[in-house]
């Protein structure tokens, strides 16, 4: 594991839920005797913290601030000027005990994505290039997890595979040479939603013209449907969902500071 991964691991401990919250009132419990006022208030906050994050109206808010690409309609599709359909992985189900003849299997998140690219591929004949390499020091690369299940399950196979990968960043960055060897820069862009914002930056910054593809959506920024009371109920899939998205939000900043402003 490198050195920038560590680092992120450590980042998202400590400043997503519950990490952030359990982090403050900790450090409250802590100082609360000989700070008695400092200690109250990250216990109150911590608690108010991991409360707010935990409700779905808040997950749903958070979400709808990054889900800003609508669905892709086969309309616009067909008329795209697009080449090639870029399917980003999402990560791998290690040590899949129910397929023995794999360690690793596709996770369910890069099978969401997977499936809609080959829906994609349906509608527009359009060829696949998977990316995600090995960012745990893995035998398999995430884009020959990705072609084995392209195989097995959808009897298809990707035009063109980036196994170098290690983040969103590097999708991009190897991606586009793939694709510029063959004069290719107008793609479609398959990845979930709440992604979409820190792909599209990372993309475009390697000069890829993207038609976004995205999937997966959590908020309501695209459908009209009421609030129920279960919105502001708490519950573990919200404070997941919330993780999530000060997830993105966070890589987002990062992108900005690493590799656009202080250069790659």
Do not use: C
Request: aromatic share 10%.
């Amino acid at each position: 594991m490198d050195i920038e991964i560590l680092i992120n691991h450590i980042i998202q401990t400590l400043f997503l839920p519950p990490g952030i919250s359990i982090a403050m009132m900790l450090l409250g419990l802590i100082v609360i005797q000989r700070f008695y006022s400092t200690g109250k208030f990250l216990l109150i906050s911590g608690f108010s913290l991991l409360f707010i994050l935990s409700l779905p109206i808040t997950a749903k808010g958070l979400n709808s601030l990054l889900e800003q690409d609508p669905v892709l309609t086969v309309a616009q599709l067909k008329k795209s000027k697009a080449e090639v359909i870029v399917v980003l992985g999402a990560g791998r189900y290690k040590n899949a005990l129910e397929y023995p003849e794999q360690k690793d299997s596709i996770s369910s998140n890069a099978l969401e994505r997977l499936r809609y690219g080959v829906y994609l591929h349906n509608k527009s004949d359009l060829p696949l290039l998977v990316s995600g390499g090995s960012p745990g020091g893995e035998v398999l690369s995430e884009a020959t997890i990705m072609q084995t299940a392209l195989s097995d399950i959808f009897k298809l196979k990707a035009k063109w595979l980036d196994s170098k990968s290690s983040n969103t960043w590097n999708n991009a960055k190897f991606s586009a040479e793939i694709l510029k060897q063959h004069s290719i820069e107008n793609i479609i862009l398959v990845t979930h939603a709440d992604h979409m914002p820190r792909a599209r930056m990372a993309f475009e910054y390697f000069g890829m013209k993207i038609w976004a593809a995205p999937l997966g959506f959590k908020a309501r920024n695209h459908i009209d449907i009421p609030y129920t009371i279960r919105d502001f109920l708490p519950s573990a899939h919200a404070m997941s969902l919330s993780s999530s998205a000060m997830h993105e939000f966070i890589g987002y900043v990062w992108y900005l500071l690493r590799y656009k402003w202080l250069g790659d």
